[in-house]
């Protein structure tokens, strides 16, 4: 049975979990971002994990609003729930604040696990991140990078769209911190994030090729065809009664946006929608003064 602790540095409370493989390697904490909201992604999250990353040797810690409810069937060694009222932003800062790693693999609820993580690999990528002093090695070139770096690795120039972006990637913590601070919704964080990084001397890395193996499964809310196909090929059971698939509406919008950006350079389509502050989604809110600054 889970133990219910409460931090009273930060008056939150805490799930902890026991870690089946013993004590956690340190280093670095997996940190999956998550909210009430997508609650029903937690359990098929922690099916796929188990089955294709058994052998984590890092402790995974979940941050969303409220604790689940039956938290003995998820994968998580540690829930960080940070009360209603805050945004995806608050909540990251929140959670940043109480982990103690230099570096984060930062994760969203629907990144679904397809096949076995590399451990080894993972491991070597980590080094370099320690290295070069790297403060974001992405594990997937998307996008495609502009440059060549070091030992196989490659190189987003700063301040051009998406250099900071969610995608599955090895953070430096304090870095990641700073970035989050006063913005609001994940798509303000990356686009927002992409040109608030001109100071920064670090680099932003990114793989040749796609390490960390999962599939985005849902996409604006809906499931994708195949986010379903990976839950299925695994006998991963999906709530369908809590979200389905998009919409006609939905299919067509993403299509027109598809074909935008194809067509348009990046950069100069995430500067207009930054100067007319389109699709952010979420509203800044004042996140709680126990918060580690």
């Not at 013993?22 to 937690?42: F, I, M, N």
């Not at 359990?43 to 994990?49: E, H, T, V």
């Not at 800062?93 to 982990?99: W, Y």
Request: aromatic share 12%.
């Amino acid at each position: 049975m889970n133990d219910m602790l409460l931090d009273q540095s930060s008056g939150q409370d805490v799930q902890e979990v026991c870690h089946e493989k013993g004590r956690p390697e340190g280093g670095l904490t997996v940190l999956v971002a998550s909210c009430d909201k997508y609650a029903d992604l937690l359990a098929p999250f922690s099916a796929l994990w188990r089955k294709f990353w058994p052998d984590c040797p890092f402790e995974t810690v979940l941050v969303t609003e409220s604790n689940p409810l039956d938290g003995s069937q998820l994968c998580f060694d540690r829930v960080i729930a940070c009360g209603a009222g805050g945004n995806w932003c608050s909540r990251l800062v929140q959670a940043l604040g109480q982990l103690a790693t230099q570096y984060v693999l930062l994760l969203c609820d629907d990144y679904f696990l397809e096949s076995p993580v590399d451990t080894a690999l993972f491991r070597k990528r980590l080094a370099q991140a320690r290295d070069f002093d790297a403060a974001n090695l992405r594990l997937i070139p998307n996008p495609k990078p502009s440059q060549p770096y070091r030992e196989g690795l490659y190189e987003y120039r700063k301040q051009t769209a998406y250099c900071i972006a969610t995608q599955a990637g090895i953070w430096n913590r304090e870095f990641l911190l700073g970035l989050a601070k006063g913005k609001a919704s994940i798509w303000e964080f990356e686009r927002y994030g992409s040109f608030a990084v001109e100071q920064e001397h670090r680099p932003l890395l990114v793989t040749p090729t796609k390490e960390f193996p999962f599939v985005d499964a849902v996409h604006k809310g809906y499931w994708e065809s195949f986010g379903i196909e990976v839950c299925k090929r695994n006998g991963t059971p999906i709530d369908f009664a809590a979200r389905g698939r998009p919409p006609f509406s939905i299919r067509l919008r993403e299509g027109l946006k598809d074909l935008i950006f194809a067509v348009f350079p990046w950069t100069l389509i995430v500067r207009i929608q930054n100067f007319f502050d389109v699709g952010m989604k979420e509203q800044k809110r004042t996140v709680e003064s126990h918060v580690v600054q």
